[in-house]
């Protein structure tokens, strides 16, 4: 008499067997190991992108976004280490949105607001002058105004807000970025 996992045995090898055999097919997005058997890993690759000053008015809240959202960017390229010599150029525009989400009906002041980046950049090859890649990409993020009696809590909110943004801009650029040099599309 078979037991009654007996037809699910060699189902379960089979899969095993093919398991096995795909998994050294797989590699880390950031890993050290490089890429389609040349010697330069993606961290190479990505540490060689330049990222110039963005150009934004001076003096205003998008121009420290600009800077934060850069030096935020930039850490994230290079891991925190040097910067390799630079095969590829970043030019980034920023434009930046506020709007009132939740308004108190008795004082008329906003008690809820969305804070917004809408970001074009554009990977330009160093050699030929030439963009390889272009997109756009956002982030939203919302913050409270603790009411009248707390003013500098809703420019500390605002502030907060700009920084979590400039994070989400720069995280999605630095995917896009990697996307491009593991697949070159």
Do not use: H, W
């Not at 090898?13 to 050294?24: F, I, P, V």
């Not at 797989?26 to 993606?42: A, T």
């Not at 090859?125 to 982030?139: C, W, Y």
Request: with cysteine; glycine share 10%.
């Amino acid at each position: 008499m078979s037991s009654p996992n007996a037809p699910r045995l060699p189902r379960m090898l089979l899969a095993m067997s093919l398991a096995g055999l795909t998994a050294g097919c797989f590699q880390p997005l950031y890993g050290e190991r490089s890429i389609g058997g040349n010697s330069s890993s993606i961290t190479d690759k990505l540490s060689a992108v330049e990222v110039p000053p963005l150009k934004t008015p001076n003096g205003t809240r998008l121009a420290r976004v600009g800077a934060e959202m850069r030096d935020q960017l930039l850490f994230d390229l290079t891991g925190g280490g040097p910067q390799s010599a630079s095969l590829y150029r970043l030019d980034i525009q920023l434009n930046s949105t506020l709007l009132q989400v939740i308004v108190d009906i008795n004082s008329a002041r906003p008690e809820i607001q969305n804070y917004g980046i809408d970001a074009v950049y554009a990977l330009i090859d160093n050699a030929t002058g030439k963009p390889v890649i272009k997109g756009t990409t956002f982030s939203r993020v919302s913050y409270n105004i603790p009411g009248q009696q707390q003013r500098f809590a809703g420019d500390r909110g605002l502030r907060d807000a700009e920084n979590r943004a400039a994070k989400v801009i720069a995280d999605n650029i630095r995917s896009r970025l990697a996307s491009y040099f593991t697949t070159g599309t």
